[in-house]
């Protein structure tokens, strides 16, 4: 159930903010989320400004005011520093695992075609798979839609076409290593593109994620926040210390808000 509606501006955020929070503990859900919205709740002095600020710009057109601190509760939940630095990881960790799928599906492919001369030289022969279909039906055995839908229509191809129309099976994983090799790692939403798109890591990666999720969120983009909207330095600056819990020594004010603005603004990273 919803808090009443109120005029003022801190009361109101902080309604949005409980209601959010009660809304995840009923379902048991977003507990990161909460963690969030535990900060904000705690260090609700510091946000006074903001706070009026964000009612100003965003109560007239509801529900905009709720979906920005919806956004902002998901962006330091999920696209904080330390997640970033594990995405970050995790992209390394892709990469190196395409280059050792490429190594190993060579290796293997190679593997594969030695057996095969050995099949036709040595006078042996081991009884192997030896067609592509064979391993896709191997594979398949326990796969119910396969077996319902699709192995008899891959039976009477296979019956159709010989092994000269099929390629090999070196041929089948030298083209995973091909495909691995070759990859191109993406970014598969807007915000974690945004997050580690710098060379170096840095808080400005959580700032270039909530630039992200209000561009995402914007009119412009079918969003409901509206045209145009824009948070002064010093809001987004206590918005990110309050939501990261930043301590006396990590703070981060107007000024550096600022330059990553105008940095961003002429491209630089």
Not at 177 to 198: E, F
Request: with cysteine; glycine share 2%.
């Amino acid at each position: 159930m919803r808090t009443m509606h109120t005029t003022n501006p801190q009361q109101a955020c902080e309604n949005i903010l409980s209601d959010e929070k009660r809304y995840n503990t009923e379902h048991n859900i977003l507990p990161s989320e909460n963690a969030v919205i535990d900060r904000l709740l705690a260090r609700n002095l510091e946000l006074k400004q903001a706070y009026d600020e964000l009612h100003e710009k965003l109560s007239p057109q509801p529900p905009a005011l709720r979906v920005f601190l919806g956004l902002l509760l998901s962006t330091a939940a999920f696209w904080n520093p330390e997640k970033i630095a594990k995405s970050r990881d995790q992209r390394s960790e892709l990469a190196d695992t395409n280059r050792e799928i490429a190594q190993k599906a060579e290796e293997l492919a190679q593997l594969l075609e030695h057996r095969s001369r050995l099949h036709d030289t040595s006078g042996f022969r081991s009884h192997t798979h030896y067609h592509v279909c064979d391993v896709i039906e191997a594979a398949a055995r326990s796969h119910p839609l396969f077996n319902t839908f699709v192995k008899e229509h891959l039976d009477a191809l296979c019956g159709q076409f010989d092994l000269k129309y099929w390629p090999s099976l070196d041929q089948l994983f030298r083209a995973v290593a091909t495909d691995a090799v070759s990859a191109t790692l993406v970014a598969t939403d807007p915000l974690t593109l945004a997050a580690t798109a710098a060379a170096r890591p840095s808080r400005a990666d959580f700032f270039k994620a909530l630039f992200a999720a209000i561009e995402e969120n914007s009119a412009s983009h079918h969003g409901q926040l509206p045209e145009g909207f824009r948070l002064t330095d010093g809001t987004l600056a206590s918005l990110a210390n309050c939501a990261l819990d930043l301590g006396p020594d990590e703070l981060t004010d107007s000024a550096y808000v600022k330059r990553l603005r105008q940095r961003e603004r002429h491209g630089d990273k």
